[in-house]
């Protein structure tokens, strides 16, 4: 059983328990008509949200008190979107994201142009979390009259991504980033320009994207094509090292050494679908 201490729209409340701990409640219709100290039972399709979370943009209450509340619904349908296609998430996010699609669309409302230089890298790289965030397409449409940009869906991706993984949005970010930047320093010292939407481009970026988790956890390669690569394609080995100590020094760790080789694979792979 619940006790409203604030109505903050029709469909979100702020109640407490009997242990007076705060919450927050979501719910089609759950606000409308209630009055303060009103007690309510949570119904089937409600989703309750605990006050007490710390998150990475400061205590969850104090998020709630400035947050318009339909950023707040538009951030539970993205995370009930985002269950239906992954199953179970953390749903602790919805602050944090609500706090970003706020400050996103404040600065929509004031014809700032969002910009995000890894949304093309985002789409493949989290492919099924991208397709989930725009749903917020239709919502911020339908609710605030506002249109979602490519790049902004790219950016609430990453949230959908740390929901689903135990994985912050800064470190999604840095994920994307580091792919991006060791693409490009290959499409340099070969020549090639890679198609985002190439079977090849997917391949390495998938590669890179892991080699970044194994550097950051000492995860080890139980393949080792050092001395084969280094033999018969000297100068793709030469590129690969280059792109290994690149990523190394960035993420300030060491790495094992079979890395080169495997990464050299890949980029003799993608040369020859790409020339």
Same mark, same amino acid.
């Given at each position: 059983?619940?006790?409203?201490?604030?109505?903050?729209?029709?469909?979100?409340?702020?109640?407490?328990?009997?242990?007076?701990?705060?919450?927050?409640?979501?719910?089609?219709?759950?606000?409308?008509?209630?009055?303060?100290?009103?007690?309510?039972?949570?119904?089937?399709?409600?989703?309750?949200?605990?006050?007490?979370?710390?998150?990475?943009?400061?205590?969850?209450?104090? $998020?709630?008190?400035? $947050?318009? +509340?339909?950023?707040?619904?538009?951030?539970?349908?993205?995370?009930?979107?985002?269950?239906?296609? %992954?199953?179970?998430?953390?749903?602790?996010?919805?602050?944090?994201?609500?706090?970003?699609?706020?400050?996103?669309?404040?600065?929509?409302?004031?014809?700032?142009?969002?910009?995000? +230089?890894?949304?093309?890298?985002?789409?493949?790289?989290?492919?099924?979390?991208?397709?989930?965030?725009?749903?917020?397409?239709?919502?911020?449409?339908?609710?605030?009259?506002?249109?979602?940009?490519?790049?902004?869906?790219?950016?609430?991706?990453?949230?959908?991504?740390?929901?689903?993984?135990?994985?912050?949005?800064?470190?999604?970010?840095?994920?994307?980033?580091?792919?991006?930047?060791?693409?490009?320093?290959?499409?340099?010292?070969?020549?090639?320009?890679?198609?985002?939407?190439?079977?090849?481009?997917?391949?390495?970026?998938?590669?890179?994207?892991?080699?970044?988790?194994?550097?950051?956890?000492?995860?080890?390669?139980?393949?080792?094509?050092?001395?084969?690569?280094?033999?018969? %394609? +000297?100068?793709? %080995?030469?590129?690969?090292?280059?792109?290994?100590?690149?990523?190394?020094?960035?993420?300030?760790?060491?790495?094992?050494?079979?890395? $080169?080789?495997?990464?050299?694979?890949?980029?003799?792979?993608?040369?020859?679908?790409?020339?």
């Amino acid at each position: 059983m619940y006790r409203i201490t604030k109505v903050l729209n029709h469909n979100s409340v702020i109640a407490v328990d009997d242990y007076a701990k705060e919450y927050l409640v979501m719910g089609k219709g759950i606000g409308f008509g209630k009055k303060i100290s009103e007690s309510f039972e949570v119904g089937e399709g409600s989703t309750v949200y605990s006050l007490q979370n710390t998150t990475d943009r400061g205590e969850a209450m104090d $998020i709630v008190k400035h $947050i318009d +509340p339909m950023c707040l619904e538009i951030s539970d349908a993205i995370l009930s979107e985002s269950e239906k296609n %992954f199953g179970s998430v953390d749903r602790k996010i919805l602050f944090s994201l609500a706090d970003h699609l706020q400050f996103a669309l404040q600065r929509m409302q004031q014809g700032e142009i969002i910009k995000n +230089p890894l949304t093309s890298d985002i789409k493949v790289l989290f492919h099924m979390e991208y397709k989930t965030a725009m749903c917020a397409l239709e919502l911020v449409k339908e609710k605030m009259g506002l249109d979602l940009t490519d790049d902004e869906i790219g950016y609430l991706a990453l949230h959908v991504h740390s929901a689903i993984e135990d994985e912050k949005v800064s470190q999604a970010m840095q994920t994307a980033r580091m792919v991006r930047e060791c693409i490009s320093k290959i499409e340099n010292r070969t020549g090639l320009t890679i198609e985002v939407t190439s079977l090849g481009y997917n391949r390495l970026m998938n590669h890179i994207r892991y080699m970044v988790v194994r550097m950051t956890t000492g995860e080890k390669l139980k393949l080792d094509m050092n001395d084969y690569m280094q033999v018969k %394609f +000297p100068e793709t %080995f030469a590129i690969a090292k280059e792109v290994c100590d690149a990523m190394a020094s960035s993420l300030k760790v060491s790495y094992q050494e079979a890395e $080169i080789g495997y990464l050299a694979m890949h980029i003799e792979r993608v040369s020859d679908t790409e020339e």
